[in-house]
């Protein structure tokens, strides 16, 4: 009450703050009420418009690396700069996803809070799309086997196969689209530990993004690479771990 600096260990139980070494507790930038209770870390205004305008460019830049054009002549040049642009998207969505769960580290249950909350924005519409996709994909297939014409269904790979592609658990095979929603959701789940782990997993993840882009440039590494690349994508994670430690 009266503002003194108080030295000392701290102590959170049921969402409180007991003893001292209040001040080394903000020093973590741990925010608390009057009354010691945690609240959540708020964003700035100005910060959270330019996040959300970064995002709506990032979404736009998404649908441009799917394009599917064939330029020729000067265009190729013009096209190599986009393509370089809509690079920082999918690293941006991985990022910004650490550093809004950031907020939250710290609260009472948060971990399990967030968990359940990624469930229904991530795992949710992953499973929805995964299932409409592949039933679309089963229906195409159909078609080409009664009449005969390729509609661009996609293999069949054995039962076993499928039944772990459609559980969502499939290693090597690529979700198309919507796959980074279950990396995000398997990032969540480690998130206490990686939170545990701090600043120092950083360089560790670093060497393992710089590792990883070369080997994806200089060799056809086949299930291992797409293990890594969409399944657990190292490079998602390198940038999930940088926006928890950077809030």
């Known amino acids: ?63 441009m690396i799917h394009a599917d054009v064939s330029p020729s002549g000067w265009q190729v040049v013009v096209m190599q700069v986009v393509r370089g642009f809509t690079r920082i998207a999918v690293p941006w969505f991985f990022l910004a996803a650490g550093f809004f769960l950031a907020g939250h580290v710290g609260e009472p249950g948060w971990w399990r809070t967030e968990v359940v909350k990624r469930v229904k924005s991530l795992l949710i519409p992953f499973f929805c799309w995964l299932w409409i996709y592949r039933l679309f994909d089963a229906v195409l297939n159909l078609i080409t086997h009664l009449v005969g014409y ?18 969502g658990i499939h290693p090597f095979r690529l979700v198309p689209i919507l796959w980074f929603l279950r990396a995000l ?43 890594f690349e969409y399944f657990f994508p190292l490079r998602g994670l390198f940038y999930f771990t940088l926006g928890l430690t950077i809030r």
């Open 1 to 63: 009450k009266d503002n003194r600096l108080l030295q000392g260990p701290v102590c959170i139980r049921k969402g409180k703050i007991h003893g001292k070494g209040m001040n080394a507790a903000r020093q973590k930038c741990e925010h608390f009420s009057s009354t010691g209770a945690i609240v959540p870390r708020k964003i700035d205004e100005g910060l959270s418009r330019a996040m959300a305008t970064m995002g709506f460019v990032c979404v736009i830049l998404v649908v």
């Open 150 to 167: 390729k509609f661009g269904g996609g293999a069949y790979y054995g039962l076993w196969d499928e039944i772990i592609y459609l559980l």
């Open 185 to 227: 959701f398997i990032f969540a789940l480690l998130s206490s530990l990686l939170c545990k782990c701090g600043r120092r997993v950083i360089f560790v993840l670093l060497g393992g993004f710089f590792l990883a882009y070369f080997w994806h440039e200089g060799a056809d590494v086949g299930n291992t690479w797409s293990f």
